[in-house]
């Protein structure tokens, strides 16, 4: 009997900063599967996926709600034509709700990927909350990267291509910084600059590469730039995922001002890549084998691990062998085998 999997995603997109990942996880978990349907909500390029993976979705400047009918009328279109063993939807609550008549219907038993702290409040928290109670499982990231208790959650890592992003840096230095993240105030960047700006590295060249993804996160990004508008602060804006790893070479130390909840792979990739990374969220220290001379827990306490980076530069140096150990938890390679029991 041929594995079939319907498979949810936000978007099938190679140059988004954020997103082009997602390319890869599909085309590590369709080697678990003899067919695999793909239904995004975002269509903006097309990978080569190998002959059992086939993609369905709108395209990038369709409106929202023609998005969500496309969604639903292709769902039911193979629902109807295919009996799948299991839908998996990968940072997609919405498309877990949507589904969801054909999904209980059929008997797909679902599994959702979410590592994100979620709403606090409103549509999005409700939505989420629904999805949870129609999934069989939930997989996500670390131990704060799901908003709700239960049972079904799970925690098995990330998934990072970590090999485009290794690199074995023999000298490390500190001439460059870099914020890699969405541009969103959840993820503090103004404190973080802020931080930067009042350390002994107020002068050095200080970039922020990545975008906004909705209007509130462009009203943020308009305050930022007017607010930091100096030569040494470079708002790069998105960059294609697939030109990130080169892009990385360039830098000496990422800063993450991720809360709890947030186990971004901006950390995961710039440590791949060599970088001295700065964090506050405490959920990495497992990678750091509980070093916690670069997490900060304030402001003013960034700034302190700052102006000490060069000793910290070699504390770094001590502890690439054993992060590079704790990051294959987190990488691609590994995914089907710590996925497999939830999928």
Known sequence: MNRKLLYFNLAIDSKDTSLGFAIKWIETISNNYDQVDVVTLRLS???????????????????????????????????????????????????????????????????LWFTHPGPKFGLKKIILFISLLISEQVVTASKTSFPFKSKKVHVIGHAIDLNIFSQNKKNLSINKFLIL???????????????????????????????PLNSDDNEYLKILKNKYNQPNINFVGKIDYESLPNRLKDYDVHINNAPSGFFDKSVLETLSSGIIN???????????????????????????KLNNLNQLKNDFGDLLEVLNNELQENSLLTLNKRISKYL
Not at 46 to 58: A, E, I, K, M, T
Not at 201 to 209: G, R, T
Not at 278 to 304: A, G, M, P, R, V
Request: glycine letters at 2%; proline letters at 2%.
């Open 278 to 304: 700065l964090y506050k969220n405490d959920d990495f220290n497992k990678l750091f084998n509980n070093k916690n001379n670069f997490h900060f827990k304030s402001s003013e306490n960034l700034i302190e």
């Open 45 to 111: 390029t097309n990978p080569n996926f190998s002959n059992n993976v086939n993609v369905y979705g709108s395209k990038k400047q369709d409106k929202k709600i023609y998005k969500y009918y496309y969604f639903f009328k292709q769902v039911k279109f193979l629902t109807s034509n295919n009996e799948y063993e299991r839908c998996f939807s990968h940072m997609s609550p919405i498309s877990v709700l949507i589904a969801s008549y054909y999904l209980i219907k059929k008997r797909i038993k679902t599994t």
């Open 181 to 211: 993240s969405r541009i969103s105030k959840s993820k503090n960047i103004h404190t973080t600059i802020d931080s930067f700006l009042n350390s002994q590295y107020k002068n050095y060249p200080l970039d922020i590469i990545g975008g």
